[in-house]
T-cell receptor, first 109, second 113 residues
Framework: KQEVTQIPAALSVPEGENLVLNCSFT??????LQWFRQDPGKGLTSLLL?????REQTSGRLNASLDKSSGRSTLYIAASQPGDSATYLC????????FGQGTTLQVKP | DAGVTQSPTHLIKTRGQQVTLRCSPK?????VSWYQQALGQGPQFIFQ???????QRGNFPDRFSGHQYPNYSSELNVNALLLGDSALYLC????????????FGEGSWLTVV
């Protein structure tokens, strides 16, 4: 049974820091992995999609990596800003999306 | 280009009642999935519809049912509501192949009292 874990559950950093969010999964037989952002009380916004054959994807200040053999993905946020404060969810796709519980990020001015 | 739209945004129901939630997928998308997100948790897969058929289903009781129309819009129905059904219900749309980004709507907040 596929399980997805995100560490840490919460993170507070000062503005300007570079940070890494971690995601691990137990079954490497995935089609792809997707990172989402969720603001309080809102839906999910797709940030990055990494296909199972890819190692990383970049969008602006965000970079996501995927290591299927070790069952790990990281989301790197460069030069964090208060507007980055949100919950970040990773999900692996194997027929359906299986989500971690998310990392709640607070970036303090 | 309209994204995934859901209605209603918030609703309150009484235990034992029935509820219908609606979703219009992103333009060009023909696959619709529904997820339940309890407070503080990641979303859980309920079921997926493609070509008006339920293609796969998660671990939810038969009280949860759905429908997809020829225009690809979808409904989620929940019967005999329980307090534990209180959650954010998210609709997601995509193309049928697995290499494409999945897009979510803003969700419908259901409170059962």
């Amino acid at each position: 049974k596929q399980e997805v874990t995100q560490i840490p559950a919460a993170l507070s950093v000062p503005e300007g820091e570079n940070l890494v969010l971690n995601c691990s999964f137990t079954d490497s037989a995935i089609y792809n992995l997707q990172w989402f952002r969720q603001d309080p009380g809102k839906g999910l916004t797709s940030l990055l999609l990494i296909q199972s054959s890819q190692r990383e994807q970049t969008s602006g200040r965000l970079n996501a990596s995927l290591d299927k053999s070790s069952g790990r993905s990281t989301l790197y946020i460069a030069a964090s800003q208060p507007g980055d404060s949100a919950t970040y969810l990773c999900a692996v796709l194997r027929g359906k999306l299986i989500f971690g519980q998310g990392t709640t990020l607070q970036v303090k001015p | 280009d309209a994204g995934v739209t859901q209605s209603p945004t918030h609703l309150i129901k009484t235990r034992g009642q029935q509820v219908t939630l609606r979703c219009s997928p992103k333009s060009g998308h023909d696959t619709v999935s529904w997820y339940q997100q309890a407070l503080g948790q990641g979303p859980q897969f309920i079921f997926q519809y493609y070509e008006e058929e339920e293609r796969q289903r998660g671990n939810f009781p038969d009280r949860f049912s759905g429908h997809q129309y020829p225009n690809y819009s979808s409904e989620l129905n929940v019967n005999a509501l329980l307090l534990g059904d209180s959650a954010l219900y998210l609709c997601a749309s995509s193309l049928p192949s697995y290499g494409n980004t999945i897009y979510f709507g803003e969700g419908s907040w259901l409170t059962v009292v």
